[in-house]
């Protein structure tokens, strides 16, 4: 993906096309710079302290979510029950709070502590995660259609744990050594919320493991060309397999952060999340053929509608025209990205 | 290399368009990976060592985004005081009476509103208690988005020194929020019950459409109905569905049970978005005679009885209930205290043929 140039035969032609490309790259970037300067200019309670943290504290949700989504993107794929996942992760661990898990053929209930009560919500979505891989891998479904099932049964599910209830006061009891859930939502390291620190954690991961990694630049091939990639040696399969369950583990750690935000479990939760992931993933510059993009653009595209989404409350725009707003920046979002791919196009021909 | 004359003009076009002003920038280049200077000026040179840096944009954006952070002035209060109001979605104009009575109320009394909606979504009500806060708000006034699941959002503004009025669903927790005012779901169903054993006869088979499960006002009202129409022994529930509060969801459930039981007489509703959905059914399959009761007191049931299709409904007065719920913000605020209790309810008026002519948005004229 990555082509060195030979420093000869430069001509201003392709150098300056070539400009235009590198800023084109970049129009996530620059949108989030231009819109915070727009929302600064025209109210004063946007640039605040208080403002901006609460800002980013609303953008990590979605972005934990939309890091997972690029994986499978980036191999041409789509994930759509990412919201009932995170809605399902939320039910799980209020269950586990609340209820402890029954076993009841050694007639206990076990209680388990926080820490493990997120590794056990997590392994929970690398499960659907490799459910999701499975169905698209093995049983060649089409990503669109076996993740929308899985959207149906993972909503039914999470709805089904306590009968379309809530489980209410996540605070666990000091006897069974359960408390301490609401700090992953509502803590702070440094005056900065951890919900923050878990987004920095996992995008860094994210753009480690995607950028610097063999796994990622496989991925990549899977995405650019499924059967070239095939034919050099790459096993699709695993890949594709992998994506999905790192893609389900996003969904999960965002619905421990809701459940620990909220200090309840709500059935509903993470309804309609996915097409904030799938928006924040295709506004960053990742192509849903599959191929191209980057997890830093997929963060800033988090950004950009995190920032869209706040200054227009603090505007106080009418509700219903926030939503046009924000449709006509993601169809905006999706026409550059054609033209990105033509303008690439022009600069490989140009090269050739 | 290849040079066709499309790509020229593509080409010509682009240099005019991108870089007319440019000139500076001849002789550097840079390619998708790598970034491979020719330097020939010092402006060029400096260009390239951003262009480089932009590069590692990772860094960079988080870079901007912890010292926005850092350096952000933190806000201060407005001279005038602000009313921050949260709400369902407008869409049902029950909501949006809400909002907008409240909003009136509080710039006649001389503070800013500003009316944010939730669309039954805990997590954004959190968010929106989040911005709030931020705001440093005089007082919030909530239409909440579960009962269990709002407590945590209430709690965050008693600590931040913010009071919350709770108006038309309450929380499961006392002690949080300043007041609660809600209408007397309850008597208000008893009410609607009995008017709809009048038009029943006492007798025959009926549908009962429920609320969201969420909302405490659904299990209140479906409460209210069954402790009246159980004691009459004649009248027979064949089906009861939660609706969700949604008209389109009412319109698709009652279409279905009335395949399975084509005789119902009569069908009574949580509320008056679903008794229309309803309705419409019922009207679609030629069953327009069956008897429809809702509660809410919306105009367009409103508008209903008056032509004498669905039957009757239960009047929430949800202006007087906004309007109080401001006011007593603008006494807490002034003097630290309210001096009511916690929990507040006011009583519903029936609304049927009878007295439709009085009626105006969610009022009765008298």
Known sequence: MTTALSSSAESTGVSRLSIGVFLFRLRAFIALLILIGIFTLLTPSFFTRENLIILVGQTAINAIMAVGMTFVILTGGIDLSVGSTVGLAAMVSGLLIDRGLELPMFGVVVYFNVPAIIFLVLCLGILVGAFNGLLVTRFNVAPFIATLGTLYVA????????????????????????????????????????VIWIMVLFTALGWFVA????????????????????????????????????????????????????VAAHPATGESYELNAIAAVVLGGTSLAGGRGTVWGTLIGALVIGVLTNGLVLLG???????????????????????QARLQQRLALKRG | MCRSPQLNSTFTRCRLAVFCSVKTLTEVDISFGSILPIVKFPMSKLIFRTIKSLNHCFLVSCFVVVSAMLIAPTAFAQEKKLIAIIVPSPENPFFKTEADAAEAKAKALGYDALVLVHNDDAVKQDQLFDTAIARKAGAIICDNAGADASIAAVKKAKSAGIPTFLVDREINATGVAVAQLVSNNYQGATLGAQEFVKLMGEKGSYVELIGKETDTNAGVRSRGYNDVLSQYPDLKKVAAQSANWSQTEAFQKVQTIIQQFPDVKGLISGNDTMALGAYAALKAAGKGNVIVVGFDGSPDVAQSIKDGEIKATVLQPIVKLSEMAVEQADQYIKDGKTDKPEKQSIDCILINSDNVGKYTMFGLKD
């Open chain 1, 211 to 262: 950028g610097k990694t063999p796994f990622g630049r496989q991925v990549y091939a899977v995405g650019g060309n499924e059967r070239a990639a095939e034919l050099s040696g790459i096993n699709v399969q695993r890949i594709k397999m992998a994506v999905y369950m790192i893609c389900g583990m996003c969904a999960a750690m965002t619905g421990l952060v809701t459940a620990s935000q909220l």
């Open chain 1, 155 to 194: 909503r039914g599910l999470a709805q089904l744990s306590n009968e379309g209830a809530t489980f209410p006061n996540l605070v666990g009891n000091p006897e069974l050594g359960n408390t301490g859930f609401p700090i992953l939502g509502a803590g702070t390291i440094l005056g900065i919320p951890i």
């Open chain 1, 317 to 339: 725009v009418q509700e219903f025209w926030k939503k046009v707003i924000t449709g006509l920046v993601i169809i905006l979002a999706v026409v550059l990205d054609q033209l």
